[in-house]
């Protein structure tokens, strides 16, 4: 059987992958997208939707502001409706504790246009009454917002498809290898696909490739734990995230147009790689309802009408590997963002993109690169 041929391979068919289909066939590359299921289907389409920049590594802004000049062209670009509602992420405290960390946290991100503003118990409630008495403070960054998942990475795979790539969804890769100068990749069914370039953007499962190429990284599956509730009018605004004793958040949720107000947070449960499944923990979503009414008591009236998980990827120091692999020239890698890849995906595809066309990028990822994981396993030795 004769093999597809192309310039680029993209093993992973979520935001980033289908993300940087589309922008090289903007840089007239020919680009061949391999997905197991259907584009998006997995923790590109069931994460909680933020588009937001605040509270990213300091270090991580960079790549944020990129991918937020994408997501202000989203429609433009990628021809659809994401559901994009730009009014802001609002981060609030309950003790002192937490707002001298959101002050510190806006001093230092000030020159990344955020514009951030802390706000004291008194001026958050005049600006958003329907919060709670405990609230002590709170951080607003009036750029940000949220979009629809599941409409995301779809939107840009059809551009993508309209620009030329060839995308191959239902597509079980059974075998990845480099053969002489190209790489083959073998699909259950024994078609293959040969390219000069691969990049994987596999998601979690992104380690079990590079552990192929010799290149292993610490990266465990979490299910993010997620629920919906019934339509309400509109009134809430910004996606609201509210900080817990041990400065992580205890729930965080926004409300979309047409009403629903999801609702995240709660932490994660362990998943099934073998059979991709992921599960909610009933005692997730009750903690959820419990603290939620902290936030914005009117919360104690509402009713949940769904709830679901999905598959992420989590590294052990919260970084993704991302760029050129240390070990095989034309391999790449995007994959393992911890939960807080949705807002960042179109600039990782732009940027993936611009580093495999030029063989550089003018936004700085350095610091994420796979080879720090073989450093470190040397140190530990």
């Known amino acids: 059987m004769n093999a597809r041929k192309a310039d680029v391979i993209i093993v992973g068919g979520g935001i980033m992958g289908a993300a940087t289909a589309f922008f090289l066939r903007k840089r ?16 590109s389409g069931v994460n909680f939707g933020n588009v937001r920049r605040m509270g990213r590594p300091i270090e991580q802004l960079p790549l944020a502001n990129r991918s937020r000049e994408t997501w202000l062209k989203f429609k433009e670009l990628f021809g659809d409706d994401v559901e994009l509602l730009l009014n802001g992420h609002l981060r609030v405290g309950f003790t002192p504790a937490h707002e001298e960390r959101m002050a510190k946290y806006a001093q230092d991100a000030k020159d990344f246009g955020l514009d951030m503003q802390m706000m004291g118990a008194k001026a958050l409630r005049e600006r958003f009454p329907y919060l709670g008495p405990e609230i002590t403070a709170g951080c607003y960054a009036p750029h940000d ?12 795979g059809r551009a993508a498809v309209r620009e030329g790539a060839q995308v191959f969804e239902n597509t079980e890769i059974v075998s990845v290898e480099k053969d002489g100068e190209d790489f083959r990749m073998t699909a259950a069914d024994d078609r293959t696909f040969r390219a000069p370039v691969a990049l994987i953007t596999a998601g979690a499962w992104g380690d079990r490739i590079s552990a192929k190429f010799g290149e292993p990284v610490p990266m465990i599956a979490k299910g993010p734990q997620m629920c919906v509730t019934e339509p309400v009018p509109y009134a809430i605004g910004p996606t609201i995230g509210a900080i817990a004793d041990v400065f992580e958040q205890v729930v965080f949720f926004r409300q979309v147009a047409r009403g629903n107000i999801v609702i995240g947070g709660g932490g994660h449960e362990p998943v099934d790689l073998e059979n991709r499944r992921a599960y909610v923990n009933p005692h997730r979503t009750l903690y959820k309802l419990k603290n939620a009414p902290r936030v914005v008591p009117a919360f104690n009236h509402l009713n949940i009408i769904r709830v679901w998980s999905g598959i992420e990827g989590y590294m052990e120091d919260s970084s993704p590997a991302m760029g050129p692999s240390a070990r095989v020239p034309g391999l790449y890698y995007a994959f393992g963002f911890s939960g807080e890849g949705f807002q960042l995906g179109p600039g990782v595809g732009d940027v993936m993109a611009e580093l495999i066309h030029t063989g550089a990028t003018t936004t700085p990822i350095e610091q994420y690169h796979i080879g720090r994981f073989a450093k470190q396993a040397m140190q530990a030795a």
């Open 28 to 43: 007239g590359m020919s680009v061949i997208l391999l997905e197991r299921g259907l584009i998006g289907q997995q923790a």
């Open 145 to 156: 917002g949220h979009a629809n998942p599941r409409l995301a990475a779809p939107i840009i």
